[in-house]
């Protein structure tokens, strides 16, 4: 999967998933302790249940990077990079994540602001962080911020 703006933002990655179907399901490999794309390690996993239509936008982290993986559900989401010395500064990446979608784990860098909109009934996001939560690492931008610039509501 490619954002639909064709500049991927500095740092941010995919990991395309390989699924291995039978006549009893799928088993799919997310993440593994040696992946260099897992290299910052863990620190949290978290779980997150939306309705139809829920926003949560903007997200940001000082040091934290978020690993996104969408089971059950679609999910709009938006990458901002707010990173002043990032060669992708102000770069706006938007995604399609879960089920209808291809499978894959979206790594988010500590400084890309995130966020998320329900497109299906509901979804569920499961979310690796590389710390345990810290509110001195939190950080919370409006979803209309006019700097952004993104409108959520638009047709993707």
Same mark, same amino acid.
């Given at each position: 999967?490619?954002?639909?703006?064709?500049?991927?933002?500095?740092?941010?990655?995919?990991?395309?998933?390989?699924?291995?179907?039978?006549?009893?399901?799928?088993?799919?490999?997310?993440?593994?302790?040696?992946?260099?794309?897992?290299? %910052?390690?863990?620190?949290?996993?978290?779980?997150?249940?939306?309705?139809?239509?829920?926003?949560?936008?903007?997200? &940001?982290?000082?040091?934290? &990077?978020?690993?996104?993986?969408?089971?059950?559900?679609?999910?709009?989401?938006?990458?901002?990079?707010?990173?002043?010395?990032?060669?992708?500064?102000?770069?706006?990446? &938007?995604?399609?994540?879960? %089920?209808?979608?291809?499978?894959?784990?979206?790594?988010?860098?500590?400084?890309?602001?995130?966020?998320?909109?329900?497109?299906?009934?509901?979804?569920?996001?499961?979310?690796?962080?590389?710390?345990?939560?810290?509110?001195?690492?939190?950080?919370?931008?409006?979803?209309?911020?006019?700097?952004?610039?993104?409108?959520?509501?638009?047709?993707?």
């Amino acid at each position: 999967m490619k954002p639909e703006n064709p500049i991927l933002i500095q740092g941010v990655t995919l990991k395309n998933l390989i699924r291995h179907p039978d006549d009893r399901g799928y088993f799919e490999e997310l993440i593994r302790v040696n992946d260099p794309f897992f290299k %910052e390690g863990f620190g949290q996993l978290s779980h997150s249940f939306m309705k139809k239509n829920v926003l949560k936008a903007w997200h &940001i982290h000082k040091t934290q &990077i978020d690993w996104w993986y969408v089971p059950h559900g679609d999910l709009l989401v938006g990458l901002y990079d707010n990173r002043k010395d990032s060669k992708t500064y102000r770069v706006t990446n &938007i995604f399609k994540l879960g %089920e209808h979608f291809d499978s894959v784990i979206l790594k988010i860098p500590a400084g890309v602001a995130h966020g998320c909109k329900v497109i299906s009934e509901t979804s569920e996001l499961f979310y690796v962080t590389s710390s345990i939560y810290n509110p001195s690492e939190e950080g919370r931008i409006p979803p209309e911020d006019p700097t952004i610039g993104f409108d959520w509501n638009r047709d993707f």
